[in-house]
């Protein structure tokens, strides 16, 4: 009994010096992060055992090779001798390596198993892919929001310093709560993303017209960041995830919060607004379009059109409204419609038209937009 | 071998000069060296793509490209790389060595020779001019996945036009590959004697009439579904994203193995001669490498777990894909066991191919590691992937056909190369190489997903190592360049065996070897 467990305690012993290198040299990064799920700690044990049994081969298979470089070299007067087969050894290393992949294969299939069991959740969130952002839909709480990257266009362009969480931070968090098991229903609207997030170990590919499922259960509260892994286009590198996980009871404090901004923003639409409350608020709004056309509103000469002094912004509004929600073919302008509510349409559009030096003095109202939807 | 060399004394050859002899060539040396300078050439021009890209990620934030024309690099990158330089590089050895070794005086198929070569450059012109096109190049990854690729330019379809040429050329001359092995062998020349080499090439040709017509349906589909209003791959007219997909691997890793037997093949030639003892298991190497090619057909969809797969589908690709450790644990075994006990000289070749050895074992082994389908949820799209593949067909591929380079240019010029900047471009190459690359496994364990052009600030120190290399990398191909150059223009004079008693028919004859060959067939003990 003590003999056979041998093996895996050195084994395990390997695995710890290994885990012990990696904590000591974080900062660089030289392993898998330490995981918060119990998927993500199965896959990391797995990932150890996998790469030890690979580096023991390496060694093993090597150390062969390099004495036979160092021993049987002509300069040391070696004479070649002239076999050329040995069907016991051939055997012997096609059976053994066929041994090892079953031993790897056992834990392996065991791992994936329990990974692909989506079954009792206690919550579900629908995840969709836009390019280039993330929606995320709480199915069982009836509201959601969008989260796009929040660092500032100057870092990017290294006319700013950058912050410690550079590309890795969003205006909307996903807020999960703690020791809750979470399905993900993972889709998308335009091209394949992935969403990825290491420390949960979860990465599923962001389909259009499929639904993937997969899921988490995270056991730290904390913050842990991801990005979108599948190649979706011009900003597929600025699209990050951050996913905060919080005790259960300020999840649900969360989620009423959450609840009543929505009953709040319908009871917004059916207001009439005033002009500075819709400048302020569409200033606010504006940062999403700002990615493209800039704070400023001067956007990027030749390839992101400005709105500052634009005829769009400064001719008839049913044309603004018009480019602005059902988007441009063709070019990076989207159908605005479907991400932002009425209200924000009309902030924004009210805020672009009187900023930037345009000065139309136009003042659109939440109603304005609803009758075009 | 006395009958050949009377034989060219006696021949009188009636071919243009100039640049009508390269153009109007059937011959398969002058074909051979076409294919080889071809591929060297895309291999600098993809090296630079490959430069303007680590140029980028040096430092975080935006310095030198903008996103777009950063993912039209990465793209280009590898379709350039694999079916510019890769590919037309083997095509070469094989034109130059397969006569040569099978003891036949040409390629079966001449004329059809001619014309699997003069596509490239016309579908290499079509791709690389789609760079200039407005919007610029595909930016959608080489694997041109849908519906990303959907939304590109006009350089899409430039792109799937050049494919289909290229994916001509390859079949034709594959085709040439197989009637040559089949029907023009000297007597004497069963398939169990023929050069491990020649046997890579059999096996490599029949991956590529299996799969390139599988690429050609692809990207056709992909054609009509952008201009022509089909939706093989649009949910919203009932087509499917990931069908893309599947087609695409059931190509695409036969193609990887198109990639690298000839590799092999370049080896199992290399190691014998310098080992100065025949190559170990020459039944068993044959054996792989049909099981390695058997195998490449069952397991494409581990390139994208994923996607989504049931759980039975997931568990098959990961047990197929496990297996293909077998046969190829037995090919590295087979080599180091040709080296056992041997009497070794470590010639420029030889470094290369000892390196080959080395090297590639690591891709194979993160290979192992990505066949692990829980694991590989970790590492798929992340700088790991990228590591192990440029293990495998940098220093797998590529490495081994400059090994493969350098042991027969001697052969193919009458010259010797300089030895001495030989070995250096060996050991810059190797050095800067790993370290372009080794950091890219911890890059992708700790996070940093492939194809960005920015990155967070945890990722900087290992992408500066990794700039670094690169930079090297690139420079020391320039003195490759240098060294081929070189042995064309002059250098001492090679003798008929060039190396120490080499095994086969090519070293038979004179070096150069005249400029017909075996016209009548040598004699096979």
Redesign the interface.
């Known amino acids: 009994m003590l003999r056979s467990s041998k093996p895996f305690a050195v084994l395990a012993m390997f695995s710890m010096l290994l885990t012990a290198t990696t904590a000591v040299k974080a900062?660089?990064?030289?392993?898998?992060?330490t995981p918060v799920t119990p998927?993500g700690e199965?896959?990391l044990n797995?990932?150890n055992l996998?790469?030890l049994i690979?580096a023991v081969?390496?060694v093993g298979?090597?150390s062969?090779?390099f004495y036979?470089?160092y021993a049987?070299?002509?300069?040391k007067g070696?004479?070649?001798?002239?076999?050329?087969?040995?069907t016991k050894?051939?055997i012997i290393?096609?059976v053994i390596?066929?041994l090892i992949?079953v031993g790897?294969?056992i834990p392996?299939?065991a791992?994936?198993?329990h990974?692909?069991d989506t079954t009792e959740a206690d919550l579900t969130v629908k995840i969709t892919g836009y390019q280039w952002k993330w929606r995320y839909d709480y199915l069982d709480s009836g509201f959601h929001f969008y989260s796009n990257l929040s660092t500032d266009r100057a870092?990017?362009?290294?006319e700013a310093e950058?912050g410690?969480?550079?590309?890795?931070e969003v205006d909307r968090e996903l807020v999960l709560p703690v020791g809750k098991k979470v399905r993900f229903l993972?889709t998308a609207n335009?091209?394949?993303h992935?969403w990825?997030v290491?420390k949960l170990?979860?990465?599923?590919?962001a389909?259009?017209?499929?639904i993937?499922?997969i899921w988490t259960r995270i056991d730290e509260p904390g913050t842990y960041?991801?990005?979108?892994?599948?190649?979706?286009?011009?900003?597929?590198?600025?699209m990050p995830i951050v996913v905060r996980a919080v005790p259960p009871e300020e999840y649900d404090a969360w989620v009423a919060e959450k609840q009543a901004a929505m009953e709040q923003a319908a009871a917004d639409g059916a207001r009439a607004w005033g002009r500075n409350e819709l400048i302020a608020k569409g200033k606010e709004v504006h940062s999403t379009c700002a990615v493209c056309h800039g704070a400023d509103g001067k956007g990027i000469p030749n390839?992101f059109p400005p709105i500052a002094g634009s005829d769009v912004a400064q001719g008839p509004v049913e044309q603004h409204l018009e480019v602005v929600m059902n988007g441009r073919q063709g070019t990076p302008m989207q159908a605005f419609k479907h991400q932002l509510n009425d209200v924000e349409l009309a902030a924004v559009i009210t805020y672009q038209r009187n900023s930037f030096g345009n000065a139309t003095g136009d003042l659109i109202q939440p109603a304005d937009v609803s009758v075009l939807r | 071998m006395a009958t050949a060399e009377t034989a060219h004394h006696e021949h009188h050859d009636h071919h243009p000069t100039g640049l009508m002899r390269w153009v109007t060539t059937t011959n398969h040396k002058d074909i051979g060296t076409l294919y080889l300078l071809f591929s060297l050439l895309m291999f600098m021009v993809g090296g630079a793509m490959a430069m303007v890209i680590r140029a980028e990620l040096f430092q975080p934030g935006l310095q030198i490209v903008d996103p777009h024309f950063f993912n039209q690099m990465t793209t280009m990158h590898a379709l350039v790389m694999i079916f510019g330089a890769i590919m037309p590089g083997f095509v070469g050895f094989a034109n130059w060595m397969l006569p040569l070794m099978i003891g036949a005086p040409d390629m079966a198929l001449p004329r059809l020779n001619n014309w699997s070569f003069w596509i490239l450059p016309f579908g290499f012109a079509m791709l690389l001019g789609s760079l200039f096109t407005a919007g610029g190049g595909p930016a959608g990854g080489w694997t041109l996945y849908a519906p990303l690729s959907i939304q590109g330019g006009m350089s899409v379809d430039m792109t799937i036009f050049a494919v289909h040429m290229l994916g001509v050329s390859s079949v034709l001359g594959a085709i040439n590959v197989i009637v040559t092995i089949f029907n023009m062998r000297a007597p004497g020349m069963d398939l169990l004697k023929m050069p491990l080499f020649v046997w890579t090439w059999l096996i490599t040709a029949f991956l590529l009439i299996a799969v390139m017509p599988v690429l050609a349906g692809a990207v056709t589909m992909l054609l009509t579904d952008r201009h022509f209003g089909t939706a093989f791959f649009d949910p919203a007219g009932g087509g499917d994203p990931v069908l893309f997909q599947h087609i695409f691997w059931f190509f695409g890793h036969p193609e990887v193995y198109i990639l690298i037997l000839p590799a092999f093949g370049i080896l199992s030639e290399i190691i014998p001669t310098f080992a100065r003892k025949p190559l170990f298991g020459y039944v068993s190497m044959v054996l792989a490498v049909a099981g390695i090619a058997f195998l490449s057909f069952i397991v494409w969809a581990h390139h994208m777990f994923t996607v989504g797969m049931p759980l039975v589908g997931e568990l098959f690709f990961m047990y197929s894909t496990m297996l293909i450790a077998i046969p190829t644990g037995v090919k590295i075994f087979n080599w180091v066991a040709t080296m056992w006990r041997g009497s070794l000289t470590f010639e420029t070749p030889m470094l290369f191919a000892v390196s080959v050895v080395f090297l590639f074992t690591i891709g194979g082994l993160s290979g192992l590691m990505l066949a692990i389908t829980p694991a590989d949820f970790q590492y798929h799209d992340t700088y790991f992937v990228v590591a192990h593949f440029h293990y495998v067909l940098f220093s797998g591929a590529i490495m081994a056909m400059m090994g493969g380079a350098y042991y027969w240019l001697p052969k193919w010029t009458g010259h010797m190369y300089d030895e001495r900047l030989g070995k250096w471009h060996f050991w810059t190459t190797a050095i800067f190489f790993n370290i372009t690359f080794f950091p890219q496994h911890f890059l992708g364990l700790a996070g940093m997903p492939r194809r960005i052009p920015d990155y967070a600030l945890q990722f900087t120190e290992f992408n500066v190592i990794s700039s670094i290399g690169a930079f090297g990398l690139g420079i020391s191909q320039i003195l490759f360049v240098y060294v081929v150059y070189k042995c064309i223009q002059g250098g001492e004079r090679a003798t008929q065996e060039v190396w120490d008693n080499p095994r086969g028919l090519e070293w038979t004859l004179p070096s150069p070897p005249p400029y017909h060959t075996f016209e009548t067939p040598p004699v096979i003990k």
């Open positions: 900062e660089w990064g030289l392993n898998l992060p998927i199965e896959i797995l990932h996998i790469m690979c081969i390496f298979v090597f062969v090779m036979s470089l049987h070299r002509k300069s070696h004479e070649a001798s002239q076999f050329s087969h040995s050894a051939e290393w096609s390596p066929a992949l790897m294969a392996s299939t791992t994936l198993i990974m692909e870092q990017i362009l290294n950058k410690p969480n550079y590309l890795l993972v335009d091209v394949i992935a990825w290491p170990a979860v990465k599923k590919d389909i259009p017209g499929f993937n499922e960041r991801g990005q979108c892994a599948e190649l979706c286009g011009k900003d597929h590198g600025f390839v």
